[in-house]
């Protein structure tokens, strides 16, 4: 009997990363979850997980085994509350060092896997107004861009080994469960939603299936190498995310949440995460032949808010 590919995957209780699992399975992987030891995880020690140290990239090799290929999705969550300094610290550490220690793990096995999908964010990008963005434009500035810098560039010494590594720079994931969208609900629900700070913008979003079913593709197509955008081909202004959303909820969205309350409010986290602007035009997928199931917004947001 031929043995199932194996994947690990790091970040697995997440949003993405749960959906991720669940997908991989049924695509015929065999899936081992790379659980954080120093929280002592009762997962430690089941079947179909490995300790895993992030702060040291220590991994439990054993209950590893030998894997084919790793999608690596830990990292501090980023919207998780105002950014201190402790926050930034913990956001900051777990991406760049982090990466980099698992990857020198992952290099130094007797066979280290052939194939790493490494998440990154659109936030490499900084706050780029209207400029039209892909997979080849600079990064840009700023405490998230500089994180996802570090992140990506974490990924060396797997790459050294040969390994096909592919930087998955994603986008707002819109997904009812997690993830910025159960956050904007409330106000919207109440009628009480509408542009944020100037509503002009860009954000990039895709669907949480497509991103799931993009991570599978990079997986196994040969084509996809370094950084690749993971987000839908129409990226929207705040302005008319706000009224998408407005619209699938039938409620007016047309209260503007003014920039300096967002501020006041979330402190840095506002201007980064908010206020920032990335207008991405995704490249690497489609010309590997990926297609999108949510290509546009509206069917998108209708995707994600139906009963499940
Ligand atoms: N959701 C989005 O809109 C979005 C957009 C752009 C990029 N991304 C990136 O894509 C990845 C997956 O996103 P997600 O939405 O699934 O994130 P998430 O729900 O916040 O999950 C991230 C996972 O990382 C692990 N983790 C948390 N804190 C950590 C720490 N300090 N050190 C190491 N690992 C830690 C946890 O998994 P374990 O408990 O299993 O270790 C957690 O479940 C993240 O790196 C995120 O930054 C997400």
Known sequence: MTRRPRLAVTGSTGLVGKALCRAAVAAGWDVVRLVRAARGEPGTGEPGTAAWDPATGAIDAQALGAVDAVVHLAGENVAGGRWSKARKAAIAGSRGPATEALCRTLAALPAPPKVLVSASATGVYGDRGDETLDETSTPGQGFLANVARAWEAGTAPLAQTGARVVLLRIGVVLARDGGA????????????????GSGRQWMSWISLSDLVRAILFALGNERLRGAVLATAPTPVTNRDFGRALGRVLRRPAVLPAPAFALRLLLGEMAQALLLSSQRCAPKALAAAGFRYEHGALDGALRAALAKG
């Open 181 to 196: 969208l159960p956050r904007m609900l409330p106000p919207f629900r109440l009628g009480l939603g509408g542009p944020l």
